[in-house]
């Protein structure tokens, strides 16, 4: 017992500050987002900053990504906001499939009820959804 113990100090910890970040960040980043961000998936940011620092904003993003679908794959089964945490990694990060994967998510009715309620709550219009 005295060999878990110390590990469920640090999953509660970790639990608490994943909790308190997503309740923070969560809706700040979808606040953030344009109304329209769901209709036109546009990348053209990428294009106007140099090669180099374009690369290393890429594995940043994608690493920000990963960290934020793992945690929400956590918050599935612990408190927090699960769903909404693994569709904003997946808005982060770049791999072959993602519009695929973002329409199916977005296609969810309780996905854009909680996108739509988050945007309300920060005092920002609904998206716009394609019908």
């Not at 769901?38 to 920000?64: K, M, S, T, W, Y």
């Not at 945690?71 to 599935?76: D, P, R, S, T, V």
Request: overall charge positive.
């Amino acid at each position: 017992m005295d060999v878990i113990f110390p590990y469920l100090e640090w999953l509660t910890l970790i639990s608490m500050a994943t909790f308190i970040l997503s309740l923070v960040l969560i809706p700040w980043y979808i606040a953030r987002l344009p109304q329209n961000y769901f209709l036109r998936f546009q990348h053209d940011l990428a294009e106007q900053i140099p090669p180099p620092v374009n690369i290393l904003l890429a594995v940043g993003r994608n690493v920000v990504g990963i960290l934020l679908v793992a945690a929400g794959i956590i918050m599935l089964f612990l408190p927090g906001q699960g769903l909404l945490t693994i569709l904003l990694g997946i808005l982060c990060m770049t791999f072959p499939g993602k519009h695929s994967l973002l329409l199916y998510l977005i296609s969810r009715p309780g996905i854009r009820k909680s996108l739509n309620w988050t945007r309300k709550k920060m005092s920002q219009p609904p998206f716009v959804w394609q019908k």
